[in-house]
């Protein structure tokens, strides 16, 4: 049977971690080199970006659109579908520096490109998350709230629930109310 050598039957001891420019300064990092350098001395640099097509750099003419950026860094970009998403970025797209627009819902489904049924859902989410304000005929487009509104899915508890948010009993108070039987 062989035997270990000497050196191996020893226990090891850990290497006492070291901080450098070029060292992990984490316990567990030991002496193992990081991948990138750093020098301690310089400060955060930034990016140097060129435009790609220098002659075609947008200006701001007479009109335009602006959407903040914390819409999509606190969230509110997360908490909608595709179609509010499209009626949201569409009514910036239109609005006046109030934020107002007046176009209809046929208009608006026909550019848009979606069916009427999800014209009035994504509508009516945009309201509920405090995004804009509609009258019947007018919009605003309102300055974001604090923190996004997320609906979310909650269970339907009385009657008045299921009249706003349940299919068949939005179809059978259709049904009753133009005379048709249903199923």
Excluded at 3 to 14: A, C, I, N, V
Excluded at 35 to 52: G, Y
């Amino acid at each position: 049977m062989k035997t270990q050598p000497e050196d191996l039957k020893r226990p090891l001891s850990p290497i006492p971690p070291t901080a450098g420019p070029n060292r992990g300064a984490h316990p567990n990092c030991g002496n193992q080199r990081t991948i990138h350098r750093r020098n301690t001395n310089l400060k955060a640099q930034r990016i140097e970006k060129k435009p790609l097509e220098p002659q075609r750099i947008r200006k701001i003419t007479a009109s335009f659109a602006f959407i903040e950026h914390r819409f999509l860094r606190s969230g509110f970009w997360s908490t909608l579908n595709q179609h509010q998403l499209l009626l949201y970025v569409f009514l910036i797209l239109v609005a006046d520096r109030n934020g107002l627009s007046y176009y209809s819902y046929d208009k608006i489904c026909t550019l848009l490109k979606i069916a009427v049924d999800d014209y009035i859902v994504a509508r009516d989410a945009l309201i509920e998350k405090d995004l804009i304000g509609f009258d019947g005929h007018l919009f605003q487009v309102l300055s974001l709230p604090d923190q996004p509104v997320d609906i979310g899915c909650t269970a339907l508890k009385n009657k008045k629930d299921m009249q706003k948010n349940d299919p068949a009993t939005i179809h059978q108070l259709i049904a009753h109310r133009f005379g048709e039987k249903h199923d």
